[in-house]
């Protein structure tokens, strides 16, 4: 790569990838944590989730939340999110996300938008979360709140390069 020496370790090109990389990781986290989540700990929105109490979110009480989720974020209620929508919602809920919502939002396309017309379907949202809440639950179905704290592989929940 041949770029500069950047604390005599690595240089200024890798230095810039690793850069990238990082923040590509932290704007999908932002884009994954749904804007409720930002405002909850981790332990409150598994409780609200969990809507009997017993300690372990169902596959059906996740999908109750998804869909309440998606509901909340299709404003005009035609069952897509173009990435705008989405960009509007993360704005709406966070204020302090305005300046990076649509880049935010373009990031998380590339991995939920799975036919690329940068509108998220209800089934494309819905094959997103579950493909991650199955990962989290493992055999049983059934997720803890320290099953919850795991991060998904690359497989699960790809990490693309965003700009």
């Known amino acids: 790569m041949g770029g500069t020496k950047v604390s005599g370790l690595i240089d200024r090109d890798l230095w810039s990838v690793a850069l990238i ?34 300690g372990v979110i169902s596959y059906e009480e996740h999908a109750a939340a998804d869909e309440a989720e998606f509901a909340k974020i299709d404003a005009n209620g035609d069952g897509m999110l173009p990435v705008q929508e989405y960009a509007d919602w993360l704005t709406k809920e966070n204020p302090a996300a305005k300046p990076v919502s649509l880049s935010i939002a373009r990031c998380f396309y590339k991995v939920v938008d799975a036919n690329g017309d940068a509108k998220v ?43």
């Open 21 to 54: 990389r990082c923040l590509s990781a932290v704007l999908l986290v932002l884009a994954f944590s749904s804007a409720t989540a930002w405002a909850e700990t981790r332990e409150q929105r598994f409780q609200r989730i969990d809507q009997n109490g017993d």
């Open 121 to 163: 379907s209800r089934e494309e949202w819905r094959s997103y979360n579950d493909r991650i809440f199955k990962w989290l639950a493992g055999d049983d179905g059934r997720m803890t709140l320290d099953e919850s704290k795991r991060t998904p592989p690359p497989e699960i929940i790809p990490r693309p390069v965003c700009h």
